[in-house]
């Protein structure tokens, strides 16, 4: 047996009740494949496969806090801290019913991989919690995040470990937690990104996993002979990542026509209406039926489909394993060319090998939603330099960095033999860099 199928089954076995993360695990190990098979005497001898897919470490603590009618509740936070071979560990925090320690080790194994990609010094880290903040009151969410950070605080630090938001925790949420790192420690250091302006935030943040992801699209458009120009388009999901990668989508010229929540799906063929979808999420906080009731010659559906629609270009944007085998012949038989995800594995597996064999372009999360992370870092940075940089700069960066990684994958791929398989030219050049660093520095 070989040295991957070894880890594989061990990783399985180990981790049974956690599908998400044994997805992650496969999908990565299988793609690097040929890399292990050239160096498996080294890699076996200072067992870097057992390594690289074991959390250093995985905190878990019980968050108790009350309502606004005195009742107390308790929720279970998580920390898992994955791998810091080349930085400190950086991931988000999640706040959602569905967080569970499975959910919180995929996160943050792929984060590593991500971080590495952006080339900038950051190692991988998720955590979270099942606190749901939706109805909450902010008085609640306040006294949840003061709590949750209670505990967290003894984990992080500058140079230690640096969340940042995700899935229900936004700027409101990222405020509470700061201020009370700040009240406990009297330390004002860079220990969460997404921060707000006047605290040390940084420009572009909000929109920089959506522009990031049609930045990465656009230069492998390019570097296959396509653009976006006049490109009908589908994106899923109606939070940040999805409302900037919709509004950078149609400053490159595409157009978008469609948009979801957990509740619905927008058809809108004259394309989606930015300005309305931003006021129906960031300022109503509403359901997509309010985007129909302003939008009368949009379509409103119940349930899932946005994948349904004819479309030369997909962005799966929402919430992990949301694309799959159907939605993947649904999207071939409609003639889209490509799907590039914005969210954190969107696609399941058997969807990504039918698309990749369908002759479509695919980019994977790890890669195209990689300038959420890369401009949390670039906040890190100005945090550091005691500056703040101009939007202009932080988008230069970020574009920069976004091709960069287009371009690293299409060039691991080819190197190996896999021209066009961008799922294992990222997973390639994240694993050499991060291998790299922890066989330089021993076994710990």
Known sequence: MSYVDEVLESVKKKNAAEPEFIQAVTEVL???????????????????????????????????????NGNVHVQRGYRVQFNNAIGPYKGGLRFHPSVYQGILKFLGFEQVFKNALTTLPIGGGKGGSDFDPHGKSDAEVMRFCQSFMTELYKYI??????????????????????????????????ILTGKGLTFGGSLIRTQATGYG???CTEEILKLNGKNMKDAVCAVSGAGNVAIYAIEKAQQLGAKVVTCSDSSGWIYDPDGIDVAVLKDVKEVKRARLTEYKAQRPNAEYHEGKGVWSVKCDYAFPCATQ???????????????????????????????????????????????????????????????????????????SRLKS?????????????????????YVAGANIAGFEKVAEAMLAQGIY
Request: net charge negative; proline share 3%; aromatic share 8%.
């Open 30 to 68: 299988e793609s690097i494949r040929v890399v292990v098979d050239e160096n498996e005497e080294k890699y076996r001898k200072a067992a870097l496969l057992e390594r690289l897919v074991e959390p250093d470490r995985i905190i878990t603590f019980r968050v108790p806090w009350t309502d606004d």
């Open 213 to 215: 992801l049609m930045y």
């Open 157 to 190: 630090g500058a140079d230690v470990d640096v969340p940042a938001g995700d899935i229900g925790v936004g700027g409101r949420e990222i405020g509470y937690l700061y201020g009370q790192y700040k009240r406990i420690t009297t330390a004002y250091e860079s």
């Open 401 to 421: 960095i976004m091709y960069g990684i287009a371009d690293t994958m299409a060039a691991s791929a080819e190197k190996y033999g896999m021209k066009g398989n």
């Open 321 to 395: 394993n949301e694309l799959n085998l159907d939605d993947a012949k649904a999207l071939v038989a409609n003639g889209c060319q490509g799907v590039f995800e914005g969210a954190n594995m969107p696609t399941t597996l058997e969807a990504t090998k039918y698309l990749q064999e369908s002759g479509l372009l695919f980019t994977p999360g790890k890669a195209s939603n990689a300038g959420g992370v890369a401009t949390s870092a670039l906040e890190m940075s100005q945090n550091s330099e005691r500056l703040s940089w101009t939007a202009e700069e932080v988008d």
